[in-house]
């Protein structure tokens, strides 16, 4: 069964990674990038992550998971390379209210952690269902080429035009049909190009279109 994929606003939610290696920090990073207030435990860390401890952008507690260590957390990622220790913070976890990510045992997993590409607020993921992580890098590597820095750009300006055709555009209809026959082959040419003062204009005058409809 594919799963059903959700945006989580994490801002200053409380955030719990057991474990400190290479796979907690990878987690620990995509977890600050979206606002979460975020607490390793764990006896060692990598230099990054006891770098972001050094800095206080994360909370780390030095020493071995135990139980009782989850208390009001609202996910919950178990990345130690003990499998018995993944499992039994899980079960904690759960037990306790948070949603929860294990590593290494997929089928314990109430999410899964996407491959992502940002920019700005544009995210594109990718997952597989678990299936093979690598192909979704991947396919992340590809996307990335493929969809540039211009599109945080690109999309930070088309929310400013949104809100100003709501102003301008009196109804929900007139207003997707606008949305619909403006983000165009043309428009998009145009962002690729790096030319985004006339993609802006492009997309300005496809109102007149608009207006001429009965
Ligand atoms: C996408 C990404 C996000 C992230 O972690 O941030 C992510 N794994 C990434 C990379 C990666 N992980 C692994 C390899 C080695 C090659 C391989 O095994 O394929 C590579 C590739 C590499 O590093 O080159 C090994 C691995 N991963 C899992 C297991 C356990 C198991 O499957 O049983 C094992 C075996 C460990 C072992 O053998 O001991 C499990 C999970 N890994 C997931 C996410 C979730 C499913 C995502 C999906 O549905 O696709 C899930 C289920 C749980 C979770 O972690 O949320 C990140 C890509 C970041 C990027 O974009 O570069
Ligand atoms: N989901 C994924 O994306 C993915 C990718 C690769 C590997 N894995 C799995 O994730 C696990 C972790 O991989 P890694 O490369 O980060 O391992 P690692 O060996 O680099 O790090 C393990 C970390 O766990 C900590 N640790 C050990 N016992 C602990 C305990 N009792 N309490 C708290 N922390 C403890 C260690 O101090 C260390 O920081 C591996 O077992 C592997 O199976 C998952």
Same mark, same amino acid.
């Given at each position: ?21 290479? !796979?907690?920090?990878?987690? /620990?990073? @995509?977890? #600050? =990038? +979206?606002? *979460? $207030?975020?607490? !390793?435990?764990?006896?060692? /860390?990598? @230099?990054? #992550? =006891? +770098?972001? *401890? $050094? ?110 055709m709501k102003e301008r555009l009196a109804t929900?209809?007139a207003r997707?049909c606008f ?28 109102i007149?279109?608009i207006r001429?409809?009965?």
């Amino acid at each position: 069964m594919p799963y059903y994929p959700v945006n989580l606003n994490l801002a200053g939610r409380r955030c719990a990674v057991i474990g400190g290696g290479a !796979v907690a920090a990878r987690k /620990v990073l @995509a977890l #600050l =990038a +979206a606002g *979460a $207030a975020v607490t !390793v435990v764990s006896p060692a /860390v990598t @230099a990054e #992550l =006891a +770098a972001l *401890a $050094a800095a206080g952008q994360i909370t780390h507690i030095e020493r071995p998971y135990w139980p009782g260590a989850i208390e009001n957390f609202f996910i919950v990622i178990c990345a130690t390379d003990d499998p018995d220790v993944n499992r039994q913070a899980a079960e904690e976890g759960r037990a306790k209210g948070a949603l929860v990510n294990v590593a290494d045992a997929p089928e314990l997993c109430d999410f899964t952690v996407p491959s992502q590409i940002v920019r700005g607020d544009l995210v594109i993921t990718v997952s597989t269902g678990g299936k093979s992580p690598a192909l979704a890098r991947r396919l992340r590597q590809e996307l990335e080429a493929r969809y540039g820095p211009e599109y945080g750009l690109y999309l930070a300006m088309v929310g400013r035009l949104r809100d100003e055709m709501k102003e301008r555009l009196a109804t929900p209809r007139a207003r997707e049909c606008f949305w619909r026959r403006a983000l165009d082959d043309e428009a998009l040419a145009l962002v690729k190009a790096g030319k985004l003062h006339e993609a802006e204009e492009k997309i300005r005058d496809a109102i007149g279109g608009i207006r001429a409809e009965p």
